[in-house]
């Protein structure tokens, strides 16, 4: 059995969470890119979403996660019976969750399908890998916003194509993989291919923004239906 040894260390973010809304029960925020979700073993991972909105929520814990590098809309549970309801909710795929990205180059497709089980390895960690036989079903569906370029650092412009992106299923990296998958990995995605066309020493974000996240409040009962443009 492989032991699996992190030895990333997340650089000092300085961009605030910004609260979107809040009430007794949930909070839903706007993560901001290079943040992570849980503070890491490493005591100099202790910044995160968790370890700052504990300060202002003691009992507050997290339903779902995002990557580092991805922004957007997270929802919150100030307590134990909250994250139980919604966490259900995420469990039984009746979640929405939609998110905005620039891939690198030009899809020759408008819209389409990706299905393809992942897998994680310890050997390979952090990445994941497609794999058929031992990895879990997922499924997203993308769809071309429009095709254009993006002008890097030093000027130089490069094909991107912005798309929505919708999964189904919610695996480690799921989107960032899947796009590798489809040749056209997300610009500024570092594990997946999609820092090749970048200079050395490029600081660009991971262009992957978690824009809506629609789901039922599990006192009310009502659909939130939670939205936030993309930053990019």
């Known amino acids: 059995m492989s032991t699996i040894i992190d030895t990333f260390i997340a650089p000092q973010c ?14 839903l925020i706007n993560k901001p890119s290079g943040l992570l979700s849980l503070s890491g073993k490493n005591p100099l991972n ?22 580092f590098g991805t922004s957007g809309l997270m929802v919150v549970a100030r307590n134990k019976a ?19 990205a620039l891939l690198c180059g030009h899809l020759n497709t408008d819209e389409g399908i990706i299905d393809a089980a992942i897998a994680k390895d310890p050997t390979l960690f952090p990445l994941m890998s497609i794999c058929p036989i031992n990895g879990k079903a997922a ?19 490069v094909p991107v194509t912005r798309v929505q992106l919708t999964p189904e299923t919610g695996r480690t990296h799921q989107l960032r993989i899947h796009s590798q998958l489809l040749g056209h990995p997300i610009l500024g995605c570092d ?10 020493g490029s600081s660009l974000r991971l262009m992957l923004h978690a824009s809506e996240l629609h789901f039922v409040h599990p006192i009310s009962q009502k659909e939130i239906k939670a939205h936030h443009a993309s930053p990019f």
Not at 46 to 67: E, G, N
């Open 191 to 200: 594990l997946y291919g999609g820092t090749q066309q970048l200079p050395a």
């Open 139 to 157: 499924r997203s569906h993308y769809r071309v916003i429009e095709r254009s370029y993006y002008q890097l650092e030093n000027g130089k412009l």
């Open 82 to 100: 909250i994250n139980a309801a919604l966490s259900r909710q995420f469990s039984q795929r009746t979640v929405t969750k939609v998110y905005h």
């Open 14 to 27: 300085d961009a605030e969470i910004e609260l979107l809304y809040q009430d007794d029960h949930l909070v």
């Open 46 to 67: 202790l910044d995160s979403v968790h370890y700052r909105l504990v300060k202002l929520f003691p009992d507050c814990t997290l339903v779902h996660r995002l990557d």
